[in-house]
Structure formats: structure tokens, C-alpha cells
């Protein structure tokens, strides 16, 4: 058991000692006598059709869209807190931040922007409390949020969006790709999606409507996911949740399907009843087969109700 | 500020000897051990790893917005009282596999909002006011 955790763990580990020794961004000059004033930005920049586009904002909003052109357009407004607008290219890479002025990217510092890139371009974006909003990029999208919304479309390719304590609101166009979703408290909501998934939550709710799953794992501490999903043969399917409420409405099912609970309830609208796993325990279990039974279904709480429908 | 003294706290408890479950109805803020599962039992490695995190965030946190804080603390408290309510289901069963994946499960959400947040926080910049 601990080898298979040291090995679940490495990824996360990788990542603790790549920003372990992060500097602190905070090499700015002394701005405090300056004011900036409230300005209105209208800039643009040549961009790689496929290139990479690099967006940070603190509070306000961020506005981005895919299109037909080259090049990176920004407008938008910054308030008296925004020091400045870094905007720069190089090579296939191009950054736009907003840099506030000191103190300021805990209140004010607002910058409302509204962006257009390359629409093949792979998109990262992140926002303190800045609402986040992409549209019509097909290229890979990395968005994320502390407190701000995060919104928009995706196409099939890899997509992750993460927030703390943001909604996570995100539609397909029904193309297979790779989805992951975290957050801590905030909703997550996806439509359209196919191909694989990775969510998690600590106390937030997932509810995700897919089609063509070949590979989803999801898991919650105490938020609820609602999974409704056509699958593909072959499927594998992992759900967990310690508290939460776990409820799969499945098309398409060919899969075996493995369902247990410490103490919460089971319950199938199309296969039999959960059993007990011992005469006195608390604990009940459920497994079936849905049709050839080439895929595997594996779902598992602690006190949290499992809700499952097959067809 | 609570937070960091939360976090701060925690790491200091991961070198305190191990719990029982009896002790899992602990003050909520605190860190319980699993009968199964103490931090120390996961390898040097996790503790190290989750050590620098604890320590990261506990640097970083005042950086965040302050309702985001709170949502983070409460969201700790609340996969703490999952591993609590976790070693409570194994002392009734401890042979029990899911009870065992759900623990090393949950250890890992854990890890994985701690990463996140760290991640998060450290690309804010440092708060100093004008």
C-alpha cells in the first residue's frame, strides 16, 4: 500500500520541490508616490499562429477569445492601482500581466481586459480574483482562479482548470480530449466534454455531463458529484468521496461495476440491491455486470450515498 | 494569520509520537493520525514534501484574498475531520482495504491542496503597502 501511494505521490511531489524554492515576485520599484490614474489600453502584438499566450491579472476581469489573426489584441481599462501592462513577445511566447502597484493585489489594483489570440494558441491564464472567461481557443487551455470565476469553451486537446474557491463553469464541443478539474469549495460544472476526466473537490460540487468516457477519476472529501455519461467499451471509471453524495446515470454501459460503502446507503435504479457486507457491520456493497463487462466501474464512499443508474 | 499558525502548528505535530483514536475527537483544527495511516508511517519523503508545503503556505497565505483563506482553512478542518472519521471506520475494521485507500486517498487531497494553494499564493506578489 504505501509503494502504491509513494508512486501516486510523485507527481505531487515534483511539483512541491519545483516551487519549494520559487522567488517571491516582488522586485518592483517603489511606487508609492506615483499615480497612475484610471487609463484605457488598446495594444497589439504579431503572435505565432500556433504560439503559447501567457495571461496574469489580479482583480477585474479577464475576457479572452480565439481568432483568425496572427497577433495578440488587448483593451481594456486599469484602474489607479494597475502600476502597469507588461505586453511582450518573444519567439512563440507572448505574456500580458498586470502589475499592480504595491498592496494593491489585495484590494483595488482592478484591470478589466478583453484579449483576442490565435485561436490555435496554447492558453495559460491565471487571476487572483479576477473573473476568468475563454472562448473559441482550440489549442491546449490552462486556466485558473483563486476566488474569480472560471468560464468558457474548450475543444477536445488538454484542458485544466483550477480554482480555490471560484465556480468552474466550462462547456465542450463534444470532441474527445482530456479534462482535469480541481477545486478546494468552488462548483465545477462541464457540459460537452468527452474522453477523460480527473476531477477533485474538497467540499465544492462536480457535475459533469459527458459523453464517449474512457477513463474517469474523480474523487470528493464532502462535495457531490453527479456523473451523467455515455461510455465507450472498456471504460474505466473511479469515484470516491469520504462524506458526499456520489450519483452516476450512465449510457451505454459494458462495463463491471463495483460499488462500496462504510456506512452509507447503495442504490441502483437498474441492478440488483446492495448487500451487507457482514451480518453486524455497517458496511453494504453492490457489483454487477453490465453488459459484455469489458470496462470496470469502481465506486467507493465512507458515510457518503452512492445513487447509480445504468443503461 | 490563523492559518499560518494552523499550518505552522501542523508541521510541528508531524514529529509528535503518534496518536490513537482515541484521540480523534480532537479540537477541530487540529491534526489527527490515523491508527493506520500517521504522517510518519506515509515515508520520509511524504513528511519532507508536506513539510516545505505547510511551511510555503504558512509563508504565503496573507497573500491571498481574505475570503479565499478562509475557505482554505475551513476546507483543511474539513479533510481533517474526514481522516478522523476515516481511523474511527478502522479501528472497527482495520483490515478493511477501501478504508485503507480512502485514508492514502484523502492523505493525498491533502498534499494536493496544499501544492495548489502554495502554487497559487506564490505567484501572487509579496504584500507590501504603499
Keep these: 500500500m504505501k509503494r502504491a501511494f509513494a508512486t501516486l505521490l510523485a507527481c505531487t511531489l515534483v511539483a512541491a520541490t519545483a516551487f519549494a524554492h520559487e522567488d517571491d515576485d516582488d522586485d518592483r520599484d517603489d511606487d508609492r508616490d506615483r499615480n497612475y490614474g484610471e487609463r484605457s489600453i488598446d495594444r497589439r502584438l504579431a503572435a505565432d499562429a500556433n504560439g503559447e499566450v501567457e495571461v496574469s491579472n489580479v482583480a477585474g476581469s479577464v475576457s479572452i477569445e480565439g481568432w483568425n489573426y496572427n497577433e495578440v489584441h488587448v483593451t481594456g481599462n486599469l484602474d489607479s492601482g494597475v502600476k502597469e501592462l507588461v505586453f511582450e513577445s518573444s519567439g512563440k511566447r507572448t505574456i500580458v500581466k498586470v502589475v499592480t502597484r504595491k498592496g494593491y493585489h489585495r484590494g483595488g489594483g482592478d484591470a478589466d481586459l478583453r484579449i483576442r489570440v490565435p485561436k490555435n494558441s496554447r492558453l495559460h491564464a491565471n487571476t487572483v480574483s479576477a473573473d476568468l472567461t475563454a472562448k473559441g481557443v482550440t489549442g491546449p487551455l490552462d486556466l485558473q482562479s483563486v476566488s474569480g470565476s472560471v468560464s468558457g469553451d474548450f475543444s477536445g486537446g488538454e484542458t485544466e482548470a483550477k480554482s480555490v474557491s471560484g465556480d468552474i463553469t466550462l462547456r465542450g464541443d463534444g470532441k474527445p480530449g482530456r479534462l482535469i478539474l480541481t477545486t478546494v469549495s468552488g462548483t465545477a460544472q462541464v457540459t460537452r466534454a468527452a474522453g477523460e476526466v480527473n476531477a477533485s473537490t474538497v467540499s465544492g460540487e462536480l457535475q459533469l455531463q459527458m459523453s464517449k468516457v474512457t477513463r474517469a477519476r474523480m474523487n470528493t472529501t464532502s462535495g457531490d458529484l453527479n456523473f451523467n455519461a455515455s461510455l465507450m467499451p472498456g471504460v474505466k471509471i473511479e469515484a470516491e468521496t469520504i462524506s458526499g453524495q456520489l450519483t452516476f446515470d450512465l449510457k451505454d454501459t459494458d462495463a463491471e461495476i463495483d460499488i462500496e460503502s462504510f456506512s452509507g446507503d447503495i442504490d441502483s435504479c437498474t441492478g440488483p440491491e446492495a448487500k451487507r457486507t457482514q451480518k453486524y457491520g455497517p458496511g453494504t456493497e453492490l457489483q454487477f455486470t453490465a453488459g459484455k463487462g469489458t470496462g470496470r466501474i469502481e465506486l467507493q464512499s465512507l458515510s457518503g450515498e452512492i445513487n447509480i443508474c445504468t443503461r | ?130
Design chain 2, 1 to 130: 494569520m490563523a492559518l499560518g499558525a494552523l499550518l505552522a502548528f501542523g508541521v510541528l505535530r508531524m514529529n509528535a509520537p503518534s496518536q490513537t483514536v482515541a484521540d480523534a475527537a480532537a479540537p477541530e483544527l487540529r491534526y489527527s493520525e490515523a491508527n493506520f495511516g500517521t504522517y510518519q508511517a506515509l515515508g520520509p519523503e511524504y513528511e519532507t514534501a508536506r513539510a516545505q508545503l505547510a511551511i510555503g503556505l504558512a509563508e504565503r497565505i496573507d497573500r491571498l484574498p481574505p475570503d479565499a483563506q478562509l475557505k482554505i482553512e475551513r476546507n483543511l478542518a474539513e479533510i481533517r475531520r474526514a481522516l478522523r472519521e476515516i481511523n474511527v471506520a478502522m479501528a472497527l475494521e482495520p483490515d478493511n482495504t477501501m478504508l485503507q485507500q480512502l485514508l492514502l486517498s484523502t492523505y493525498q487531497s491533502e498534499l494536493t491542496l496544499l501544492a495548489n494553494v502554495n502554487k497559487m499564493a506564490g505567484s501572487i506578489p509579496a504584500r507590501t503597502e504603499s
